[in-house]
């Protein structure tokens, strides 16, 4: 999932320098980053171009999840990542240099910074300028929204499933209702969000699920990692919730006027169904490599059992969650502070105490990534951080990580797994 979002990253770099139109459908050469020096206060230690602001942002909300506050310095990096209209891109080298035309503004790294900045702010050493930065970028995400109500990568560019999904739940963190949030022909996010789900009678094995956007074609094809970031944002609920009562199976239903809750639930009953298969998700070998079988995915999983959980399906998504007990350990330690992120997200909803994960502390590992946390404090992550029982948990990215296409037509047959 990580390593997918930073090279959908790269690629849509690559298209906004070259050129300003929104619908660019030849494939352009990913730039390939010069070494970076990691800033003092980030996580992780791989180059951040693409997704510097993203694995700050994450390791945040896990943190605070977990009642861990991050260092100031840290806090601090992520406000100075922000332009001056409010938005973010996904890393800037230089944050004293202010924003321009060139600069990629990044709706998925705005929205999860919104979401961590939030879950910081009541332990912050400047409460109203974390609560201050946060406002202005949930006010930059409502003034790039697109007519049918939903969000793409990039501005400007289709809607797609997964940045609207995200950008949902930076809206509640705002104070404000998704389905009030309305573009100016009068769509909300949640208008958006449908017509991205495949009906129960779709005959492909995609039955409930959701497409990351329509193909050249306008045909809706299955996308798991589409999938949960929807399934979570049409049951209101982010990615820290916890698993929702009470428990039942997952069905597919088809409503003769549909509804984002209805079509979350479908999504769940398609990733319960493809968890069924070998226990996790499995992503294609990329173009050129040596292997030819179906990779295991492990950052997907770790999205799909959160979504599960969410929907009451944690019988569902157990053997998911033993798998990544079993088996992600290294992937999170070569891939970083998001990918630490992700699991310590899957174990808190499904109750599971994430410092006893298999055999690896999460947040143990999470906390080496960066500088030293606060002392551990026992305050909530967020004024809404006891809202999971009542349906509305406020913290959640995704996805959605994997947003690949950013809108753009080359980028589409990267997201399709």
């Given amino acids: 999932m990580i390593s997918v979002r930073r090279a959908a990253a790269a690629l849509a770099a690559g ?8 619908g660019v459908a030849a494939a352009a050469p990913s730039p390939t980053p010069s070494p970076a020096k990691i800033p003092a206060g980030l996580y992780g230690t791989t180059d951040p171009t693409y997704d510097g602001v993203w694995r700050q942002s994450l390791a945040f909300l896990a943190q605070r999840s977990s009642g861990i506050q991050p260092a100031d310095r840290s806090v601090d990096w992520l406000l100075g990542q922000q332009c001056a209209n409010g938005a973010f891109a996904s890393y800037r080298a230089d944050p004293a240099k202010a924003c321009d035309a060139r600069t990629m ?8 910074a919104v979401q961590a900045l939030a879950a910081v702010e009541r332990q912050s050493a400047d409460p109203a300028q974390v609560a201050k ?3 202005a970028g949930a006010a930059w995400l409502k003034s790039v929204q697109n007519k049918d109500g939903g969000w793409s990568y990039v501005p400007g560019g289709p809607s797609d499933a997964n940045s609207t999904s995200i950008v949902v739940s930076a809206l509640v963190v705002a104070g404000q209702r998704p389905a009030d949030v309305r573009s100016s022909a009068g769509k909300n996010p949640y208008d958006a969000l449908l017509t991205f789900a495949l009906p129960c009678t779709e005959k492909d094995g995609g039955a409930g699920a959701f497409a990351y956007q329509p193909d050249k074609t306008g045909k809706l094809l299955a996308n798991a990692d589409a999938t949960a970031a929807a399934t979570l944002a049409g049951l209101g609920k982010g990615i ?5 009562q009470p428990e039942q199976p997952p069905t597919c239903t088809d409503l003769p006027k549909p509804s984002a809750e209805r079509a979350a639930l479908n999504g769940a009953s398609y990733l319960a169904a493809q968890l069924a298969k070998t226990g996790h998700l499995t992503t294609p070998p990329m173009p050129g490599a040596a292997e030819t079988a179906e990779l295991p995915d492990y950052g997907n999983t770790a999205d799909a059992v959160v979504a599960l959980a969410a929907a009451g399906a944690k019988k569902e998504a157990t053997g998911a969650l033993t798998w990544l007990e079993n088996h992600s350990a290294d992937w999170a330690r070569s891939s970083g502070p998001a990918a630490y992120a992700q699991l ?3 174990a808190h909803a499904m109750d599971t105490d994430p410092r006893s994960f298999g055999k690896t502390d999460l947040l143990e590992q999470l906390n080496a990534t960066g500088p030293a946390p606060k002392a551990p404090d026992n305050s909530q992550a967020s004024a809404g951080a006891d809202d999971d029982e009542s349906g509305f948990d406020v913290w959640w990215i995704i996805g959605i990580g994997m947003v690949v296409g950013v809108g753009i037509g080359f980028l589409l047959s990267g997201r399709k797994k």
């Fill in 15 to 22: 298209a906004v320098l070259s050129t300003t139109a929104v």
């Fill in 105 to 112: 503004l990044d709706s998925n790294a705005t929205a999860v």
């Fill in 133 to 135: 930065v946060a406002r």
């Fill in 240 to 244: 820290t919730a916890r698993g929702a």
């Fill in 344 to 346: 310590v997200f899957a």
